[in-house]
T-cell receptor
Framework: AQKVTQAQTEISVVEKEDVTLDCVYETRDTTYYLFWYKQPPSGELVFLIRRNSFDEQNEISGRYSWNFQKSTSSFNFTITASQVVDSAVYFCALGGGSYIPTFGRGTSLIVHP | SQTIHQWPATLVQPVGSPLSLECTVEGTSNPNLYWYRQAAGRGLQLLFYSVGIGQISSEVPQNLSASRPQDRQFILSSKKLLLSDSGFYLC??????????????FGPGTRLTVL
């Protein structure tokens, strides 16, 4: 069975601080995909990134970066110099070639001005 | 480009009344379609998914049902709503190609309040 754990329920930071959202996963699949989604207050989930299990290169996109470590089954997400607009719920998800991804429970990020 | 629509955006219904939420996808063919519910606890609960017309898989037994009358249309229904049906309902689609799990695209959601 697949499982995604986002242990941080809520994180509160002040603007310009760096923040890391943790994601730990469990799967028996040898090929799988990891995702991060952002859910702003409007409610719609927005896709941020997909990473396949064969690619452990870290990725950076502007202020966002992702650290994929197969050895620890983690796919952490870091926001550098956080901004108020980053306030949202962030979901980590795992897909393993089936139709159904497994979502974590989400981490609520609050960035204070 | 692909787009996904959901309506209505918000809905307030009395207990015991019927429900029909609609989701349509444009710009793609034969998508996998999903209904999720997000209750106050924020987690996403998969309710139904469909890999083709008339093919519905239920993940959680409840008083809700889903139908897929057309390739790009997914409907969530209930004959009698319960208070516990309140929540934020999200429709999503994805394309599964060569056994690879591709990313999901989510609709804007419907906020349902059952009174």
């Amino acid at each position: 069975a697949q499982k995604v754990t986002q242990a941080q329920t809520e994180i509160s930071v002040v603007e310009k601080e760096d923040v890391t959202l943790d994601c730990v996963y469990e799967t028996r699949d040898t090929t799988y995909y990891l995702f991060w989604y952002k859910q702003p207050p409007s409610g719609e989930l927005v896709f941020l990134i997909r990473r396949n299990s064969f690619d452990e290169q870290n990725e950076i996109s502007g202020r966002y970066s992702w650290n994929f470590q197969k050895s620890t089954s983690s796919f952490n997400f870091t926001i550098t110099a956080s901004q108020v607009v980053d306030s949202a719920v962030y979901f980590c998800a795992l897909g393993g070639g089936s139709y159904i991804p497994t979502f974590g429970r989400g981490t609520s990020l609050i960035v204070h001005p | 480009s692909q787009t996904i629509h959901q309506w209505p955006a918000t809905l307030v219904q009395p207990v015991g009344s019927p429900l029909s939420l609609e989701c349509t996808v444009e710009g793609t063919s034969n998508p996998n379609l999903y209904w999720y519910r997000q209750a106050a606890g924020r987690g996403l609960q998969l309710l139904f998914y469909s890999v083709g017309i008339g093919q519905i898989s239920s993940e959680v037994p409840q008083n809700l049902s889903a139908s897929r009358p057309q390739d790009r249309q997914f409907i969530l229904s209930s004959k009698k709503l319960l208070l516990s049906d309140s929540g934020f309902y999200l429709c999503a689609w994805s394309v599964l190609s060569s056994g690879r799990s591709l990313k999901q695209f989510f609709g804007p959601g419907t906020r349902l309040t059952v009174l």
